[in-house]
């Protein structure tokens, strides 16, 4: 009976923590939490202490009801109720469960707090049946350890090969990238020699341009001081030439102004002895 009646409940997903309740912190509780694709829609609870076992169910409608309770919004009291349940030691300090049962141990009150600065305020609470094989419970709050501890060792032993390989490909990147480092070396030496060269020729090119250009520009002085002076030359000679034309045309002019002047005097000289032939009877007539 007992298998069939927590065979539902064993094959939704499940949380076991372990619990100090404030009414008691010294005693030690396993908490089993198990639901169907979400908290909000139901779950249940197995409570033990390790000798007696207890168990009840919280219904979608009560979850329902407790948000409308305390006046809170349904899907922040279901992440609430998450984080009470299922969280575990994450959550510790901020959440306590008080756990009070009968003289027969027969029913067992469950309450679940959240934890304020100034008290607190309780977010649900239920009673749990007594469970008439609580060794059968404990049986299986065991094997679900003892399946968790197996998941983890497998999922140890995955993530410890993808480790060895991650390492393993690591290594193999690590002598890549050193071998890449020594081929980018040796390139870049490679270049650096190219580029001397490139440069070394580049310079020497440019010196025997410069060269030329200097050789052009003195050739062009030369010929521009050539042609000066054969202008220069040239003009002297032109002015030289005038110089000599003017001086002979002065020549020229006082043999002419000399030669013009000679029968001006022959003529006053013929002049002056015909005035002396007309005028000598007087001089005679004087003398007398």
């Known amino acids: 009976m007992l298998s069939d009646q927590f065979c539902g409940v064993w094959k939704m997903e499940k949380t076991l923590n372990r619990i100090h309740p404030v009414s008691d912190p010294e005693a030690t509780y396993f908490l089993q939490v198990s639901w169907e694709k979400d908290l909000g829609t139901g779950f249940g609870i197995i409570l033990s202490d390790g000798q007696c076992a207890w168990t009840g ?43 009070s049962r009968d003289e027969e141990n027969m029913e067992c009150h469950f309450c679940y707090e959240r934890n304020l600065k100034d008290g607190s305020f309780r977010l649900g609470s239920l009673k749990l049946q007594k469970v008439l094989s609580p060794a059968e419970v404990v ?17 140890n032993e995955h993530l410890q090969k993808e480790n060895e390989r991650l390492f393993s490909s690591w290594s193999d990147m690590e002598k890549l990238l050193e071998k890449c480092v ?25 010196r025997s341009l ?41 020549d020229e002019e006082s043999e002419n102004l000399t030669q013009a002047s000679l029968p001006s005097e022959s003529c006053n000289s013929a002049i002056y002895k015909t005035a002396l032939v007309w005028w000598e009877p007087f001089f005679v007539f004087s003398s007398s």
């Open 210 to 250: 410069q060269k030329l250009l200097n050789e052009a520009k003195e050739a062009k002085e030369s010929a521009v001081g050539a042609k000066c002076t054969r202008v220069s030359i040239a003009t002297t000679q032109m002015a030289t030439g005038r110089e000599n034309d003017y001086d002979g045309n002065t």
């Open 57 to 99: 169910t919280v219904s979608e409608a009560e979850i329902s009801r407790e948000a409308a309770d305390m006046e809170m919004n349904r899907e922040k009291y279901v992440e609430e109720l998450k984080k009470a349940l299922i969280a575990g030691e994450e959550s510790a300090d901020k959440y306590n469960f008080a756990v």
């Open 182 to 206: 020594e081929a980018k070396e040796e390139l870049e030496a490679d270049l650096y020699n190219r580029f001397i060269l490139v440069l070394n020729e580049k310079k020497a090119k440019i």
């Open 139 to 155: 049986k299986e709050l065991i094997g679900y350890c003892l399946d968790c501890l197996g998941r983890l060792h497998a999922k």
